[in-house]
């Protein structure tokens, strides 16, 4: 079954409006998680990258002031796309990383399409 | 979601030796692509190979795709410590290129 799941699976939403996207790790405890960005045919890009306990560590060029991440618990983390423009449609993943683990989990993705 | 499946799971060769790791898929896909993932960091794109192409290069990466069995393989040539990590390959399908991703391979190079 999932490990990890994305709540919702995909959006639309209106220029200038926000939108919340959740990450849940459902069977174990993630120290650290990832949120990832594609645009259509080309790779992920990393955005950002949270452990347990601080706060989200942002990629070069990624605003965090633009894209909330908040680490809630050890199984939930969210990104939060404020003010979204149809420039931040893309298709977002996360991913976690179990404590002592050497590989990590994907979420299904979500796929946010603004107007 | 994880649809596709890396084999071996787990990978453990001495150092010079060379690793190859296997990905195969299930639909038919728009392109292929290799990452590398060092643990507690983000993924690392290594290559992106097209549904139309069938071998590429990058320095001592080598990647072949096969769409005929639904296969892909990553071939590192002389590998070193510092190739120790996952790799995951991940398959982009469909007119909206989701992107899905196999379960890794975790990669160990002995000293």
């Known amino acids: 079954g999932a490990v990890v799941s994305q709540h919702p699976s995909w959006v639309i939403c209106k220029s200038g409006t926000s939108v919340k996207i959740e990450c849940r790790s459902l069977d174990f405890q993630a120290t650290t998680m990832f949120w990832y960005r594609q645009f259509p045919k080309q790779s992920l890009m990393l955005m950002a990258t949270?452990?347990?306990?601080?706060?989200?560590?942002?990629e070069q060029g990624v605003e965090k002031d633009k894209f909330l991440i908040n680490h809630a618990s050890l199984t939930l983390s969210t990104l939060t796309v404020t003010s979204a423009h149809p420039e931040d449609s893309s298709f977002y993943i996360c991913s976690v990383e179990l404590a002592g683990a050497d590989t990590q989990y994907f979420g299904p993705g979500t796929r946010l399409t603004v107007l | 979601s994880q649809q596709g499946e890396e084999d071996p799971q787990a990978l453990s060769i001495q150092e010079g030796e060379n690793a190859t790791m296997n990905c195969s898929y299930k639909?038919?896909?728009?392109?292929l692509q290799w990452y590398r993932q060092n643990s507690g960091r983000g993924l690392v794109h290594l290559i992106l190979i097209r549904s139309n192409e069938r071998e590429k290069h990058s320095g001592r990466l080598r990647v072949t795709l096969d769409t005929s069995k639904k296969s892909s393989s990553l071939l590192i040539t002389a590998s070193r410590a510092a190739d120790t990590a996952s790799y995951f390959c991940a398959t982009h399908v469909g007119r909206d290129d989701k992107i899905i991703f196999g379960k890794g391979t975790r990669l160990h190079i002995l000293p």
């Open positions: 639909t038919s896909i728009n392109n």
């Open positions: 949270s452990n347990e306990g601080s706060k989200a560590t942002y």
